[in-house]
């Protein structure tokens, strides 16, 4: 069974930039049939997709995060991660890596979480 | 973005009573080509990430109990746990996989009365 855990700062300040690394664990990130994905939930906004990755590398992001936002893929390392720019209290959140079951490009769960790991934005 | 609005926001429901959480969306989620909804329902209990339960709005994960149900069409969908057990006190969440840009509902508190 695939498991995820997602690691990074536990704070971070306003402006600087988040980055995120989730391991996977009991499968492949280059597995066929599955997209990856970082998702936040917080108190004030509930839970928000931030974006996806296909094993190729090809990405979709949330409008709402799209130019700060950057995912990419370590195969050899088997991980995902994610880099958030310019951040602000807003952004303050329980951040999970997903794995998405997908067929081709289309996807319809999420059937694997993390943990999740809690990120502060503040100075 | 398509909007998902759950109701009620909170539920209590007595032990071996049928629950009801609601889901609609602001377009449909139905696809011409495969005539599936992507709208799935994910579980969550506190300090715990979501679970997922359903996708393609009827269809149930594998081992998640049959109590569990979902049912709809187009922008209305509906969750239902025909007997509520002590272990279904959760918040309930639906997301819509039908735009490429993810949305999820609010979330619904189920509580036992």
């Known amino acids: 069974q695939v498991q995820l855990q997602e690691s990074g700062p536990g704070l971070v300040k306003p402006s600087e930039t988040l980055s995120l690394t989730c391991t996977v664990s009991?499968?492949?990130?280059?597995?066929?049939?599955?997209?990856w994905s970082w998702n936040r939930q917080s108190a004030g906004k509930g839970l928000e997709w931030i974006g996806r990755?296909?094993?190729?590398?090809?990405?979709n992001y949330n409008p709402s995060v799209d130019s700060r936002a950057t995912i990419s893929l370590d195969a050899p390392r088997n991980q995902l991660s994610l880099t958030l720019s310019s951040l602000t209290g807003a952004d303050t959140a329980v951040y999970y890596c997903?794995?998405?079951?997908?067929?081709?490009?289309?996807?319809?769960?999420?059937?694997?979480w993390g943990q999740g790991t809690l990120v502060t934005v503040s100075p | 973005d398509i909007v998902m609005t759950q109701s009620p926001d909170s539920l209590t429901v007595s032990l071996g009573e049928r629950a009801t959480i609601n889901c609609k969306s602001s377009?449909?989620?139905?696809?011409?080509?495969?005539?599936?909804?992507?709208l799935t329902w994910y579980q969550q209990k506190p300090g715990q990430p979501p679970k997922l339960l359903i996708y393609?709005?009827?269809t149930r994960e594998s081992g998640v109990p049959d109590r569990f149900s979902g049912s709809g069409s187009g922008t209305d969908f509906t969750l239902t746990i025909s007997s509520l057990q002590p272990e279904d006190v959760a918040v309930y969440y639906c997301?819509?996989?039908?735009?490429?840009?993810?949305?999820f509902g609010q979330g619904t508190r189920l509580e036992i009365k």
């Open positions: 997903t794995r998405d079951r997908c067929n081709g490009n289309s996807c319809y769960s999420s059937d694997s």
């Open positions: 009991g499968g492949s990130i280059s597995s066929g049939g599955y997209f």
């Open positions: 990755i296909s094993r190729s590398g090809r990405t």
């Open positions: 377009q449909s989620l139905l696809y011409s080509y495969d005539n599936k909804n992507y």
């Open positions: 393609w709005a009827s």
């Open positions: 997301q819509q996989f039908y735009a490429s840009s993810r949305t």
